[in-house]
């Protein structure tokens, strides 16, 4: 269980888990498949779902607890549902002779999704995060800001309190500009990717990969007034990833300094590699996103 997004939340008030409450409260919210109906549903499961374990509803390692939401949609194709609506209206237009109106063929298509919804396949997703309590974190596997809204809402919903705030409270535009012209922090290298985004009304934006940063290509955007959008780096020869203005963290890859530490594990031995994997990823999660807050100063407003 490798998390390739971040989307992380500092704990703003002293929070506390007991395990046999949060293992109540979220068998409460347990996920249901999609009835006939149903257009989607979520709910929790276990992060050990996906390899046939499902008695815990969390995962809890050193005060950090893993919590799995799934989600279930039903796939119905507008372009099935319009191909369907269109048959039925050129086939009452020639038993009647007359137009079929706007509400009629509203009401016709309505009828239409409630008989292949039954029939409509479905796809599951699962958003992954975990709670911190040492650390006043809370940290989502996710790039986007709904999925992980929505993740922050069905826990609070659960537990009945989650207060949190982003990490990042302000943009990080000035900040990630200075590592490109003063220099990256301790244990921060910069790779060869960045977005670059005019402050005028034209927003221009310059998108580069493979680019050497410290080019003179990259200085004259600099000099014209561009700031840093997106700059990918390695920390400490433990993972690479794409920081955003908004302090969200993208493509995070570990290294393979760090993967090898799980090769004592058969691969056949699911649920000892998650637990292993989640161990280790989200302690190193941790100390990386604590060296980030100070770095960047992300408890300042």
Request: glycine fraction near 4%; aromatic fraction near 6%.
């Amino acid at each position: 269980m490798w998390f390739k997004n971040i989307k992380a939340y500092q704990i703003t008030q002293p929070l506390s888990l007991d395990d046999d409450d949060l293992q109540n409260a979220l068998r409460e919210f347990a996920f249901r498949p999609c009835g006939s109906q149903d257009l989607a549903t979520s709910g929790f499961v276990s992060p050990f779902s996906q390899v046939g374990q499902d008695t815990m509803m969390f995962h809890k390692v050193q005060e950090r607890y893993w919590i799995t939401i799934k989600k279930q949609e039903r796939i119905l194709p507008s372009t099935v549902v319009n191909a369907e609506l269109a048959e039925k209206v050129a086939k009452i237009e020639a038993e009647t002779g007359s137009p079929v109106g706007k509400k009629a063929q509203a009401d016709l298509k309505q009828e239409i999704i409630t008989q292949l919804m039954p029939r409509a396949f479905t796809k599951n997703s699962y958003t992954h995060g975990f709670i911190s309590l040492p650390d006043s974190l809370v940290v989502i596997d996710s790039s986007s800001d709904g999925k992980a809204e929505g993740f922050l809402a069905m826990v609070r919903k659960a537990i009945t309190s989650l207060p949190v705030v982003p990490l990042a409270r302000h943009s990080l535009q000035s900040e990630l500009t200075h590592w490109l012209t003063d220099g990256a922090p301790d244990n921060i290298e910069l790779l060869e990717e960045a977005e670059l985004k005019s402050t005028d009304d034209l927003e221009s934006v310059i998108r580069c990969k493979n680019q050497p940063l410290d080019s003179e290509e990259i200085q004259l955007h600099l000099d014209s007034g561009k700031l840093v959008q997106k700059i990918g780096f390695a920390w400490q020869d433990s993972l690479t990833a794409l920081i955003a203005e908004d302090g969200s963290f993208k493509r995070i890859k570990f290294t393979d300094r760090i993967k090898e530490e799980m090769e004592d594990i058969p691969k056949d031995q699911a649920p000892a590699r998650l637990d292993a994997e989640f161990t280790l990823m989200s302690s190193e999660l941790c100390v990386f996103l604590d060296e980030m807050r100070k770095t960047l100063k992300l408890n300042e407003a």
